[in-house]
């Protein structure tokens, strides 16, 4: 069952499932893209015409109990009320509401060529589908104490949204979703006065990178809109997703410090990728660490 924000997530785990010569339908989007896909599936391989479909329907007007097992996108609200509706002998495989962080050590920012790398990658990370995905770069911690500083590293990393962005145009917004980051640019104006650090945007309120936010300020999960949190080291991070219960599946790094790798594990990510990377996760990788092709095998022993 597809999710609204992001495009062919649902293609996936269908395609393992068929590998499993499972027979596999799939809740599409309302762009068509998975039943796109098996359509040209099936003028390949004919055997695959009756064993993989892919429809739009509504989220209540479809029994589900037909299934062995039922995989879901969606927010956590979604999934407990697929859940819900489903019998035990049917295995359900949520993917619900998660977020990715970024964390840029000291010895990476050596050089503000280093800085203009590691930003083009960010960047590319923050602006992908809005930044509404479970991949998108939500918040950004950079170590203090290196060449760059963070605040620099901020003003960097705009220059990059604003390349990103002729690359990638912003998506037509709502009202709504324009007043609340053009609010969450101003009041980060009106901290900077007090605070301190940079605030960098535009009139249209197009993007925000705000280096004024600190560990009491969640993240805004607004489009293109970003923290530049300055932290001592890894557990700064750490600290500040458990205080804020940040379901993390992905991380992004930059640096080769052994424990920077502690920022996976203490927020529970599933995967470490560079910047730039966080929206192209491997094919073979585990989304959410589950496994991939594991969720539709059933298990038989022979003892004999």
């Excluded at 949520?94 to 964390?103: A, E, L, V």
């Excluded at 003003?155 to 949204?161: H, M, Q, R, S, Y």
């Excluded at 009202?175 to 960098?200: M, N, Q």
């Amino acid at each position: 069952m597809s999710s609204r924000t992001t495009i062919g997530v649902a293609l996936f785990p269908a395609l393992f499932a068929l590998l499993a010569k499972c027979d596999v339908v799939v809740k599409d989007r309302e762009d068509a893209f998975v039943a796109a896909f098996f359509g040209t599936l099936s003028e390949e391989l004919d055997e695959l015409r009756t064993a993989a479909a892919a429809m739009h329907w509504d989220a209540n007007a479809r029994d589900l109990d037909e299934f062995d097992v039922v995989v879901a996108f969606g927010d956590d609200a979604t999934l407990a009320s697929i859940a819900a509706g489903l019998t035990p002998r049917t295995r359900f495989v949520p993917f619900g509401t998660r977020t990715s962080i970024g964390y840029v050590a000291r010895e990476a920012l050596a050089t503000v060529e280093d800085a203009r790398h590691i930003a083009r990658g960010a960047a590319r990370d923050l602006v992908l589908y809005e930044t509404e995905g479970c991949l998108s770069l939500h918040a950004l911690f950079v170590e203090e104490r290196g060449t760059v500083t963070p605040e620099g590293f901020a003003e960097i990393l705009a220059g990059a949204v604003r390349r990103a962005n002729v690359e990638f145009p912003p998506a037509q917004r709502a009202p709504k979703t324009i007043a609340s980051v053009a609010a969450a640019r101003d009041l980060a104006a009106f901290r900077a006065r007090t605070r301190g650090g940079g605030v960098h945007s535009d009139a249209a309120a197009t993007f925000l990178i705000d280096a004024t936010a600190d560990r009491s300020d969640p993240p805004s999960f607004l489009p293109r809109a970003i923290g530049v949190r300055t932290v001592a080291g890894p557990s700064d991070a750490v600290a500040y997703c458990k205080q804020h219960r940040l379901p993390v599946e992905a991380v992004a790094v930059a640096g080769a410090r052994d424990d920077l790798a502690q920022v996976a594990i203490g927020t529970g990510a599933a995967r470490i990728a560079c910047f730039g990377e966080l929206q192209a996760p491997l094919l073979a990788g585990r989304h959410g660490g589950r496994p991939r092709i594991g969720e539709f095998v059933r298990w038989v022993t022979d003892e004999r």
